[in-house]
């Protein structure tokens, strides 16, 4: 399995207040994705990075910012927290052939 | 329309059966289609992965792909109780998003 790791990996946070989730990987892929899991809707696409610094938005990015920085490392903002941001994000990356695997999770509680 | 759909079940198999698991996508620029297990409270794992049409078998498991049709398909034969878990689809609709349907939930009695 890819080594791949999440921090946190469980967060309490009020509305309002900006959180940022970090996404490891030790791999050297070069396709890194963050997705969001609720009840009844899957994975869905948050953003998605396809080399440092080029990233691009999937299909619910508003309110959310990403930044890859270096190429183990993909941060997921949520600029200012809302109670519908309450969910389980996954990370996962990569090689070329977009085979990819996933982190632990995260689950983001918004209060 | 969603870019990957599936069936959310529950699909219901008793043990040693085949399990049929489908799903459709709406790109036919779609090139990559794969399969993930999730067990509850579990993140997704990787099953199986195809490319082209036709059929590719891994032990249990033999994934269907009719790009014409734009329908893959994940048989699971002898079905066992282990197997009982979230099954998602996804597909590659450009070179670099990843884009999962919904899931089916499969479930393997004795």
């Known amino acids: 399995d890819a080594g791949i790791t999440q921090s946190p990996r469980h967060k309490v946070t009020e509305t309002g207040t900006p959180v940022t989730l970090r996404c490891h990987q030790t791999?050297?892929?070069?396709?890194m994705y963050w997705y969001r899991q609720d009840p009844g809707h899957g994975l869905r696409l948050i953003h998605y990075?396809?080399?440092?610094?080029?990233?691009d938005k999937g299909e619910v990015s508003d309110g959310y910012s990403v930044s890859r920085s270096k190429t183990e490392d993909f941060l997921l903002t949520l600029e200012s927290a809302t109670s519908s941001q309450t969910s389980v994000y996954f990370c996962?990356?990569?090689?070329?052939?977009?085979?990819?695997?996933f982190g632990q999770g995260t689950r983001l509680t918004v209060v | 329309q969603k870019e990957v759909e599936q069936n959310s079940g529950p699909l219901s198999v008793p043990e040693g059966a085949i399990a049929s698991l489908n799903c459709t996508y709406s790109?036919?620029?779609?090139?990559?289609f794969f399969w993930y297990r999730q067990y509850s409270g579990k993140s997704p794992e990787l099953i199986m992965f195809?490319?082209?049409?036709g059929d590719k078998e891994d032990g249990r498991f033999t994934a269907q792909l009719n790009k014409a049709s734009q329908y893959v398909s994940l048989l699971i034969r002898d079905s066992q109780p282990s197997d009982s878990a979230t099954y998602l689809c996804?597909?590659?609709?450009?070179?670099?998003?990843?884009?999962f349907g919904t899931g089916t939930r499969l479930q393997v009695f004795p």
């Open positions: 996804a597909v590659t609709p450009g070179p670099d998003k990843l884009i």
């Open positions: 791999e050297n892929h070069r396709y």
């Open positions: 790109d036919r620029g779609s090139q990559s």
């Open positions: 996962a990356s990569a090689g070329g052939n977009t085979e990819a695997f």
């Open positions: 990075s396809y080399g440092v610094k080029d990233t």
């Open positions: 195809i490319y082209s049409n």
